[in-house]
């Protein structure tokens, strides 16, 4: 039987459209190592059994997409720190017979933040829309950064405090629900990290959460991001980002979890913005 080949894959549902692919195959070839790097829809034989088959094939590294990150971290043996905090994964290494997790997205966007939108947190007001896994994955890394207060409005108020309750730090967490957002005033950062976008479903945000330099993200890339983006651009902000540069970021941060070396992410970023036409 010849060896099995090492290789990699994102996991999700769907991910015809995701970008990691080409992502990783820029990465191998800046640092000179071949990568083999599938998509693998998971809605045929569900998550758990698309990983078992992945890492029986010869799988050695996941990154996983929605709606599969909490029950990523479910199935690993061990998790790293912002796993652990989040309680869910995005990035799998496959090391001694066993799945290990760790969530690569909250650093992705620090640092997507901080280099690609010249923006420091410490005692800033951030509003983060949403609390289901993209929110989860990010929060705790945001938290570290020194904020002021962070605000998690959601459509249900119960997953907002249930997530403001793992998080465990109420003198900062404030948790409302959209139609409370009037009354919370303007913030630095607003953070979309809902799959609203991927339903053509509409937020109902008032202007008031925009300040006079406020930066406005949406976690999701291509058309996903347009509501949201578009909403912040009619209201004359002038900082309106998708999560591209988040992707790109949380991307490299896996490919070191793996390989050892972290790419440079500027050009591959620059070439996905020129590419893609986002």
């Avoid at 991910?15 to 809605?43: M, N, W």
């Avoid at 569900?46 to 996941?62: I, M």
């Avoid at 997205?105 to 923006?119: A, F, K, Q, T, V």
Wanted: aromatic share 6%.
């Amino acid at each position: 039987m010849p060896p099995k080949v090492p290789h990699y894959a994102v996991l999700g549902q769907p991910v015809a459209h995701s970008l990691s692919p080409q992502i990783h195959a820029e990465f191998g070839k800046q640092c000179g190592i071949a990568v083999i790097y599938l998509r693998l829809d998971t809605s045929e034989l569900g998550f758990a059994n698309t990983l078992a088959r992945f890492a029986k094939a010869g799988g050695v590294g996941a990154n996983i997409t929605a709606p599969h990150k909490t029950e990523a971290a479910q199935l690993c043996q061990s998790l790293g720190y912002r796993a652990q905090q989040a309680g869910t994964a995005n990035t799998l290494i496959w090391r001694n017979g066993a799945w290990h997790g760790a969530n690569t997205d909250g650093s992705g966007l620090l640092r997507d933040i901080r280099e690609r939108h010249g923006l420091s947190l410490e005692n800033r007001r951030v509003l983060l829309i949403g609390a289901g896994g993209a929110a989860q994955g990010v929060a705790p890394a945001l938290l570290e950064t020194g904020i002021a207060q962070m605000v998690i409005a959601n459509r249900s108020l119960p997953r907002a405090t249930a997530l403001l309750e793992r998080l465990g730090a109420p003198d900062k967490l404030h948790a409302c629900t959209l139609e409370a957002l009037p009354d919370m005033g303007s913030f630095d950062l607003i953070l979309q990290a809902t799959s609203a976008g991927h339903h053509d479903q509409p937020l109902p945000l008032p202007a008031a959460i925009l300040g006079q330099d406020s930066l406005c993200i949406d976690l999701n890339y291509g058309r996903a991001a347009l509501p949201f983006t578009a909403w912040a651009r009619s209201q004359r902000c002038e900082r309106v980002a998708d999560g591209l540069g988040m992707l790109v970021e949380q991307a490299a941060d896996a490919f070191e979890l793996w390989h050892g070396i972290r790419p440079d992410t500027a050009p591959v970023y620059n070439k996905l913005r020129i590419s893609a036409r986002l």
